[in-house]
């Protein structure tokens, strides 16, 4: 096990309470001087904390947290104040038991994994931590983080209401006598089945609060806005800013931010385009993951690998890989066709295979497939410049999950990872495109 892998692992521990003193003070040390371990941690106390809301809000009833070891947790950690606060977060959140089904202290079943590719957590309202789930498992209230590039996730509730989980999506589910989701980030995709009368589904953003009896729909939402686009039936949208409510229909979209200055209405939604090409002339979006360099003289713009979170071993800890990522703000890249192809300019430091994943929804936003393509490094010649170039038809990607064989028609990309097959060839990418085969640039 490497040094990080190490300490990564007495993090997870210390969130169950199982370290020594000695290992306390290792992890003390190291999370001193390791900013990521430290934002790794601030998320941890981010997910618990929304389970609480989430647990307030359905009026669980929670016994008092033990006094002492909050006491013992701010004692070890007193070196460093962040630290002791972050820590106290967590163990104040894990220390919320609640009731189900009228009896303290047992859980009900809530969701079935009906699909998943890639890493899914779950933490429960206890803190329990499992890692690396798999389809059949069943599972009760809790948060669910899709917690790798490309993952995705179909979880189905008992009475056949199915939603999917979106890359790098974070959600707090639980249903008591009604169905309720706190999405901290990410895109969520519902196929809700008619709901009791009285009790909608309900889905809470940090900017909007959606209430649905029986449609089918997708949400995305980050820190400062929430994007909701219904295939069919209707959703109720409540801008949480002012309290604005909105009735969104079939084949519309509305948009609730943090402002109220913006005209709150539903528009008609169309699908992305065809044709998708970027050459970097300008930053990708925020949403992407990469490193991007401004063209220079004969040099072009390009976006450079940085570390990504690949998949997780049978123990929990991420597996990282150097790739990049394009995802849409909000919205998917580009709708496929049969003909489509997926073209690519890329070059690096050593001859090396690559690797190219395409996660897809369906037309109606419900999961569509994760499906990828090896290129190795012996099919492509660099150029004078040590540029390469592919053009690889939809076709020759192969699906990752057998129940999605094929990408579906008029299906929408939501996401293109890129990797090569070793750790550090320096991979940069100057142009990415998807469309029709025969397609000239404009």
């Not at 006094?67 to 977060?89: H, N, P, Q, Y």
């Not at 669910?144 to 995705?152: I, K, L, N």
């Not at 979170?309 to 703000?329: C, K, S, W």
Request: charged residues 20%; hydrophobic residues 40%.
């Amino acid at each position: 096990m490497t040094t990080r892998a190490k300490h990564e692992h007495l993090l997870m521990r210390y969130l169950d309470g199982r370290l020594t003193e000695a290992e306390t003070r290792e992890l003390s040390a190291w999370l001193r001087g390791d900013a990521v371990a430290r934002a790794w941690l601030r998320d941890v106390a981010g997910q618990v904390v929304a389970l609480g809301d989430l647990a307030r809000e359905q009026r669980w009833q929670s016994p008092k947290p033990e006094v002492a070891g909050v006491e013992l947790i701010s004692a070890r950690f007193s070196r460093t104040a962040w630290l002791a606060l972050a820590a106290s977060v967590v163990v104040l959140g894990c220390a919320v038991a609640f009731w189900f089904d009228g009896r303290h202290g047992t859980s009900s079943v809530v969701v079935e994994i009906e699909d998943v590719t890639g890493a899914l957590n779950w933490t429960g309202p206890t803190g329990e931590l499992r890692t690396g789930l798999t389809r059949g498992q069943q599972l009760s209230a809790g948060m669910f983080e899709t917690a790798s590039e490309g993952a995705m996730a179909q979880l189905r509730f008992t009475d056949g209401t199915r939603v999917t989980l979106g890359n790098r999506t974070e959600v707090a589910l639980a249903e008591d006598r009604q169905k309720q989701l706190r999405l901290k980030a990410g895109l969520l995709a519902f196929e809700v089945l008619p709901q009791p009368p009285g009790r909608p589904l309900l889905v809470r953003t940090p900017t909007a609060m959606l209430e649905v009896l029986g449609t089918v729909f997708t949400v995305t939402a980050g820190a400062d806005q929430t994007t909701l686009n219904v295939e069919e039936g209707r959703v109720r949208l409540e801008r949480l800013t002012d309290g604005e409510v909105l009735d969104v229909t079939s084949q519309q979209t509305a948009v609730a931010t943090l402002g109220q200055t913006e005209r709150f209405q539903a528009s008609t939604g169309s699908a992305p385009p065809v044709r998708w090409w970027r050459t970097f002339t300008q930053p990708p979006e925020a949403s992407w993951k990469g490193d991007w360099q401004p063209a220079s003289g004969a040099e072009p713009a390009f976006v450079r690998a940085v570390p990504c979170v690949a998949g997780q071993r049978e123990d929990g800890m991420p597996v990282y890989q150097l790739g990049i990522t394009a995802r849409g703000n909000g919205a998917h890249l580009v709708t496929l066709g049969p003909d489509s192809v997926l073209r690519l300019r890329w070059r690096t430091a050593q001859p090396a295979s690559l690797r190219v994943m395409l996660g897809v929804q369906k037309a109606d936003g419900r999961f569509g497939g994760n499906f990828e393509v090896r290129i190795p490094k012996e099919t492509t010649q660099p150029g004078k410049d040590g540029w390469r170039t592919a053009v690889i038809s939809l076709g020759e990607f192969r699906p990752l999950i057998q129940k999605h064989p094929a990408p579906p028609e008029r299906g929408q990309v939501s996401l293109i990872f890129i990797t090569s097959s070793t750790d550090d060839t320096e991979l940069q990418v100057a142009e990415l495109a998807i469309e029709p085969s025969g397609s000239t640039k404009n």
